[in-house]
């Protein structure tokens, strides 16, 4: 078991969202005996690229070992550059989007049908199509949700815009960790995407998109458990 106390857990925000978005979970994963990284991007810098966002982290890593990189939504076109670079031993999607070699991160929308994936969602809910708070907030306390609204970065446009630079994922073992009740990434929407771009079928956790908010306990129990169960 002492190899299990020392992994290091590297946990990669979305867009428009910084260390404190992961607060919650890394005392969690603290708490179980864990070394935690919560790295901060460059988003609000629009000179900064998805390499940029990428050498953020393994700045942040340093020399540390026996990684895990964890990368939530937008975090899911950094990570793989990550992967790329240093030696990782797993990487774990949380309600990520996954990105295609050479797709801009602005055109996933398109080429994945989240759109029309997104509009059924609403329309199963009754949700107005305009009401963020139900589709990101909808399971979060108030006080936690409140927070996470006065946290909110500025997004650069910037690495949206370039081709996503790998020509193929990468090899290091990738588990996608799938949020039942998402309403941003609906979860028939992303089994399908995971299949089509990983081949590999999701893991599922209750809660919405923001679960490192909702359920924080619950999601560092299934982070922890890729370091036995895989």
Not at 11 to 36: N, Q
Not at 67 to 87: D, K, Q
Not at 131 to 157: C, G, I, M, W, Y
Request: overall charge negative.
């Amino acid at each position: 078991m002492e190899g299990y106390r020392m992994t290091t857990f590297v946990l990669i925000p979305g867009a428009a969202a910084d260390s404190r978005y992961w607060r919650l979970t890394a005392d969690e994963l603290g708490a179980r005996g864990h070394d935690v990284v919560t790295p901060d991007l460059p988003c609000d810098d629009d000179s900064a690229t998805l390499n940029d966002y990428a050498d953020a982290v393994i700045k942040a890593i340093g020399v540390r070992t026996d990684v895990i990189v964890v990368a939530h939504s937008f975090g899911g076109f950094t990570a793989p550059l990550v992967c790329e670079r240093l030696p990782v031993r797993r990487l774990v999607l949380v309600a990520g989007m996954v990105p295609a070699p050479g797709e801009p991160p602005g055109e996933w929308w398109t080429s994945t049908g989240w759109e029309a994936a997104r509009r059924e969602q609403d329309e199963r809910d009754g949700r107005a199509p305009d009401d963020e708070t139900a589709r990101f907030f909808h399971d979060v306390p108030s006080h936690l949700a409140a927070e996470a609204r006065r946290n909110v970065r500025d997004q650069s446009a910037t690495p949206f815009a370039d081709p996503w630079p790998l020509a193929r994922w990468p090899s290091t073992p990738t588990a996608f960790l799938l949020c039942r009740g998402d309403r941003f990434l609906p979860a028939t929407f992303l089994r399908r995407v995971v299949r089509e771009r990983l081949g590999i079928v999701p893991d599922e956790i209750d809660g919405g998109h923001n679960v490192a908010l909702s359920r924080p306990q619950a999601l560092a129990d299934r982070l922890t458990a890729y370091l036995t169960n895989y």
